[in-house]
C-alpha cells in the first residue's frame, strides 16, 4: 500500500496534516471568541475562582482549549482531568479520587472516600499546592453530581479555596445549572464564558492559519472555496476542518494543486445524503450550496503570515485558537473498563 500520509503532504508542500480532527494545541488560531474563553480560564485559575464554567457547541474547539490549559498550568497545581463523567452520588467521587492519582480501596463507603479526599486537598495545601478537577463534557453531570461538586468546593483553609473546579461543555450545561435546585450551585460560577461559531473572516483567517502552520507556502484551497466550507461548517472548527480534509484528499486523488469551490460543492454533493452535513446540503445543494454571496471578509490571498508577536497568551494578553469521554455501573471498587472516559493526572512531560 502506498504512504498516502506522505505523498498527501509532498504533494501540496505540508510538512503534516494541517485538519486533522484530534484536539492540537499546537494548531491554536486565537480567534475572538477563543481568546476570551481562554483569558476566562486564565482567570479563573489566577481569582482562585471555586468554579469556572466554559461552554460552546460541539466542535467549537472546547477540549483544545483545555489541553492548552494543562500545558500552561502553573507547576504548583496538582490537576484531575475527568472526561465525560457521569454516575450518582459516590460514583463520581471515584472518579476523582482516580483523576488525582488516588488509589481507591474496595470496599470503603462514601464517608471513608471523602476523608480520603478531604485528607489529600489539605496535604497539597500544606505543601503549597492548590488542587483543580477539570470536567470535560460536563454536560453529561446530574443535577446531584453537580450538587455534589458544590459541596466539593466547600473545603476550604481560611480564606484560602482549596479545590477549584473547571466545567467545559455543551450549551446543554447553561440550561442545566440554570434549573432552580441548582441556584446555589450557579452563585458559585465565578468565571464564565460561551464559545460562539466563528465568523467567515474568523473563519477564512483560521483555514490560512493552519495550513501555513503545517507547512504551506502557496494558496491551496481557494478564497471561494473557503467561504463555501465556512458556509457548509456554520462556522463550527471542526466541521471546518473536515471539510478542508476532504477537499485536500480529493484534490491529490485528481493531481490538482489546489482545491477551488467546484471540488469543495463536489464533496459536499458526495456527502449530502448523511453525516454531519446532510441538514445543510439537503433539499438540494444547488439552492443551500451555490456560491455563496460575496463575503465581508477580505480576499486575502496567499501571503506568508507575519509572525506573531507573543506565542504565549499568558505573556501576550491574547489567546488563540485552532479547532478544535461514559457511564459505568457503580461498585465498591469504582468505575472499570469504560473506553469513552478518560481520567487521570495530566503529565507535563508525557
Known amino acids: 500500500m502506498r504512504d498516502l500520509s506522505r505523498l498527501y503532504n509532498e504533494h501540496f508542500g505540508l510538512s503534516e496534516r494541517p485538519f486533522s480532527l484530534l484536539p492540537d494545541p499546537d494548531f491554536l488560531y486565537w480567534a475572538p471568541p477563543h481568546r476570551k474563553a481562554y483569558t476566562m480560564l486564565e482567570y479563573g485559575i489566577a481569582a482562585h475562582s471555586p468554579i469556572t464554567m466554559i461552554t460552546g457547541e460541539i466542535g467549537s474547539g472546547k477540549t483544545t482549549l483545555v489541553r492548552k490549559l494543562l500545558d500552561d498550568m502553573p507547576q504548583d497545581f496538582s490537576v484531575g482531568l475527568i472526561s ?20 481507591v480501596e474496595p470496599g470503603l463507603g462514601y464517608v471513608q472516600l471523602f476523608r480520603q ?25 446530574s443535577p446531584l453530581a453537580l450538587e455534589e461538586l458544590r459541596m466539593f468546593s466547600n ?12 466545567l ?8 442545566l445549572v440554570r434549573q432552580p435546585i441548582l441556584q446555589q450551585f450557579a452563585q458559585r460560577i465565578a468565571a464564565e464564558f460561551h464559545l460562539r461559531a466563528l465568523t467567515a473572516e474568523e473563519a477564512d483567517e ?3 492559519h493552519r495550513l501555513r502552520h503545517a507547512g504551506a507556502t502557496r494558496e491551496i484551497i481557494d478564497p471561494e472555496a473557503r467561504r463555501m466550507i465556512h458556509l457548509a461548517g456554520r462556522g463550527i472548527p471542526r466541521l471546518i476542518n473536515q471539510l478542508c480534509d476532504y477537499a485536500l484528499v480529493y484534490a491529490f486523488s485528481e493531481d ?6 467546484a471540488l469543495v460543492r463536489e464533496v ?21 450550496l451555490g456560491l455563496p454571496e460575496p463575503s465581508s471578509a477580505p480576499d486575502r490571498g ?10 504565549n497568551p499568558q505573556s501576550s494578553g491574547q489567546a488563540t485558537w485552532s479547532q478544535d469521554g461514559s457511564s459505568s455501573s457503580p461498585s465498591d471498587a469504582g468505575p472499570q473498563g469504560d473506553s469513552n472516559m478518560f481520567h487521570g493526572v495530566w503529565d507535563r512531560n508525557g
Not at 505543601?127 to 463534557?137: H, K, Q, S, V, W
Open 84 to 103: 465525560n463523567a457521569q454516575g450518582d452520588r459516590g460514583e463520581l467521587l471515584h472518579w476523582v479520587l482516580m483523576s488525582l492519582d488516588r488509589p
Open 206 to 208: 483560521y483555514i490560512l
Open 256 to 261: 490538482r494543486p489546489v482545491a477551488d469551490a
Open 117 to 141: 479526599f478531604q485528607d489529600f486537598l489539605i496535604e497539597e495545601y500544606a505543601a503549597g499546592r492548590r488542587t483543580a478537577l477539570i470536567f470535560d463534557e460536563a454536560q453529561n453531570l
Open 268 to 288: 459536499l454533493e458526495d456527502r449530502r445524503q448523511s453525516g454531519v452535513f446532510a441538514a445543510v446540503t439537503g433539499g438540494g445543494a444547488e439552492a443551500a
Open 155 to 166: 473545603i476550604n483553609a481560611d480564606k484560602d479555596q482549596l479545590l477549584q473546579l473547571i
Open 302 to 311: 496567499w501571503a506568508p503570515a507575519a509572525p506573531q508577536a507573543h506565542s
Open 168 to 175: 467545559v461543555g455543551q450549551p446543554e450545561l447553561r440550561e
